[in-house]
């Protein structure tokens, strides 16, 4: 059975940090783009960051430019994503999503992600 499973969500004060993993079974990640995304309470779903399949290609948005990083071990067969500096504005659910990218450049646009995760939840609060 193919899944993404993310984990590593949490209740954090702001200024923290957590990192959260995104785990495939069924299916190896080699190969594929990756891209973590959140849904903010009575918000849309926004895309956050993403990595191409050789890690080459990265990119955040604005929001989190400068304190996410996004990272990837195909060994582990596991996708990073690093959040330092958490903000109030960060709370929501996260989740990640992988599409082919056989380029292994390749940053896919949001329509293009064969398979989605459950999500994990991240709340910043005091």
């Known amino acids: 059975q193919v899944q993404l499973v993310e984990s590593g969500g949490g209740w954090v004060q702001p200024g923290g940090s957590l990192r959260l993993s995104c785990a495939a079974s069924g299916f190896t990640l080699d190969g594929y783009a990756i891209g973590w995304f959140r849904q903010a309470p009575e918000k849309a779903r926004e895309g956050v960051s993403r990595i191409s399949s050789s890690g080459k290609s990265t990119d955040y948005t604005d929001h989190v430019e400068g304190r996410f990083t996004i990272s990837r071990d195909n060994a582990k067969n596991t996708v990073y994503l690093q959040m330092n500096s958490l903000q109030s504005e960060d709370t929501g659910v996260y989740y990640c999503?992988?599409?082919?990218?056989?380029?292994?450049?390749?940053?896919?646009?949001?329509?293009?992600?064969?398979?989605w995760g459950q999500g994990t939840r991240v709340t910043v609060s005091l």
């Open positions: 999503a992988a599409a082919k990218d056989p380029s292994g450049s390749y940053l896919p646009r949001n329509w293009e992600y064969d398979y």
